[in-house]
C-alpha cells in the first residue's frame, strides 16, 4: 500500500490546499508556511470583544455592550486562517480543526483572566444541521482546547433548539433576530456560579455569543466570556 502511495505522489505529487504548492515530506494538507502566515492578534486590543483597539475598551462596546465579558480570538477572519476555517468546516478537513483549537489553547493559557475559568462549552448547533454536516466544528475545536488546558469541557448543557438561517448574509440586527431564543441551557446546577469560556470558530458581530452568553447567566453562571478562532476584521452594519 505504501509503495502505491508513493508511485501516486510521484505522478500527482500533493499540493497544499491553500496555496496549492507542492507539500513536503512531512507535511500534510496544509503546508509549514501557510500555518507559519497566521496573523496573531496582538495587543492592544479591546479589553471588551478583543477587537484590535487603542482604547481599553473600543467605542462599540460602549455603544452596543455585549452579553459576555470577555472575548479572545486567534485572528482575523481573513487570508489563510478564513481558508483553513472555511477548508474545515465545508471540506471535512477535521485535521485543521484540531490543529486550529491546539494554537487557540495558547491564546487561552495567556490570558490571565480566562486562563482561570471553570469549563469550556462549544457553541451548538442545530441537531439536523449537525447531522448533515457530521460534527460540531466549535466541539472538535473546544475538545483539542481542553486537551491542551486541561479545562473540562462540558456536553450537552447549551442546545440549540430551533433552527436558524446561516449568518453570512445577514445585517447586524437580523443576526440578532435570527438566534433570538434560539438556545436553552439543560442541566444548570453544573454551571451555577462557574467562569465559563464559550467557544466558537468565527465571530462577525457577536450575535450568536451573546444570545448563548444570555442563556447561561440566565442560568446562573458566574461569567461567561468567549474564544474564537477568527473575528471578523470589521462588523457588519
Known amino acids: 500500500m505504501s509503495f502505491l502511495k508513493d508511485i501516486f505522489n510521484f505522478i500527482l505529487p500533493p499540493h497544499c490546499s491553500v496555496c496549492k504548492n507542492p507539500l513536503g515530506d512531512e507535511e500534510k494538507s496544509i503546508c509549514d508556511e501557510c500555518w507559519g502566515s497566521i496573523q496573531v492578534v496582538t495587543p492592544p486590543f479591546c479589553e471588551r470583544c478583543g477587537k484590535p483597539s487603542e482604547e481599553s ?6 455603544e452596543y455592550p455585549h452579553e459576555f465579558t470577555r472575548a479572545r480570538a486567534l485572528g482575523e477572519y481573513k487570508d489563510v486562517l478564513s481558508s483553513l476555517i472555511r477548508l ?14 491546539g494554537m487557540l489553547s495558547t ?42 488546558t486541561g479545562i473540562p469541557k462540558l456536553n450537552g448543557i447549551l442546545c440549540r433548539i430551533r433552527p436558524t438561517k446561516s449568518q453570512t448574509e445577514l445585517s447586524k440586527e437580523k443576526r440578532k433576530l435570527n438566534v433570538k431564543d434560539a ?3 439543560k442541566a444548570d446546577e453544573q454551571i451555577k456560579w462557574k467562569k465559563l ?16 452568553a ?24
Open 107 to 148: 491564546v487561552l493559557k495567556n490570558d490571565e483572566i480566562m486562563n482561570y475559568s471553570d469549563a469550556l462549552i462549544a457553541v451548538p448547533l442545530y441537531p439536523v444541521r449537525e447531522r448533515a454536516r457530521g460534527y460540531n466544528q466549535s466541539d472538535i475545536i473546544a475538545r483539542e482546547v481542553s486537551n491542551y
Open 183 to 185: 438556545f436553552m441551557v
Open 197 to 212: 469560556v464559550l467557544i466558537d470558530d468565527v465571530c462577525t458581530t457577536g450575535a450568536t455569543l451573546d444570545e448563548c
Open 57 to 62: 475598551v473600543c467605542n462599540e462596546c460602549i
Open 88 to 101: 474545515f468546516k465545508y471540506s471535512h478537513k477535521l485535521s485543521i480543526g484540531r490543529k486550529l483549537g
Open 214 to 237: 444570555k442563556e447561561l447567566y440566565q442560568a446562573g453562571a458566574n461569567e461567561v466570556y468567549a474564544l474564537v478562532v477568527a473575528r471578523a476584521s470589521s462588523s457588519i452594519t
